[in-house]
């Protein structure tokens, strides 16, 4: 019997590594993107959301956005006089740390500011971030949104649910169909306090009740305008919550490192 060809044995060794190739790329994609674009923003993220990112480069979509690795792209703007590819962009090296990016763009910074300032979409948190604000759940029948509006607007929440809270710590029963916690007016369930680091339980729990915490942030660190040549340093710092290993510019699509 013939052996198949599926059944190939390919060795690591000889497999084609794109690393040095990505990096080089990148390296000489922002040398380039500095003699084409007047304006160089270094821009901080909280609470880093692809979906969010993607919607900043179709808004922006005459400009060219750079994120992650940071070391290449300081080294891309210089590390001093002699190797900047533009007069004082060696200045934005020092910006370049933590959760931050590099945006090109022919838009002023006065257009660029307000638009971040206008584009803050809510998510859900993430385990590992810390809490924005404190959640309880009420005491009594349980709602879909727990009790973030009015009994009147809500709904009780479906008691195939039941079983899921109960797995996640939520002291609940079924009465008639319906999912009850503790006694009515009672002392209600504690899901998360203000500045506490939030667990997987309890960002499923935030989920479920459709509590959505996580504010997506763009803001401008720093930048760097060709006529001027001038870096302004506005001290803006993103608290870089929820950011994964990921580089985008703006021919190549969304690239997930750590997700």
Known sequence: MPRSKRAKIIHTSKTTKKGKQLTLKT???IQASTAQYPHLYVFAVDNMRNSY???VRAHLSSSRLFFGKTKVMAA????DASTEP????SLLA???VGAVGLLFSEH???YVREYFAGFMPMDYARAGTVATRSFVIPSGVVYSRGGEVPAEEDVPMAHSMEPGLRKLGVPTRLVKGKIVL???GGEGYTVCKEGEVLGSGQTTLLKMFGVATAEFRVVVKAYWSRDSTEVVVLG???KGQGSGGMEIDGDDELVDDEE
């Open 236 to 238: 803006g710092e993103g």
């Open 27 to 29: 390296f000489a994609a």
């Open 182 to 184: 503790g006694d009515e």
């Open 94 to 96: 020092p910006q370049l």
């Open 53 to 55: 990112l993607k919607d």
């Open 76 to 79: 891309a703007l210089g590390r």
């Open 86 to 89: 533009a007069p004082q962009t």
């Open 108 to 110: 002023g910074p006065e």
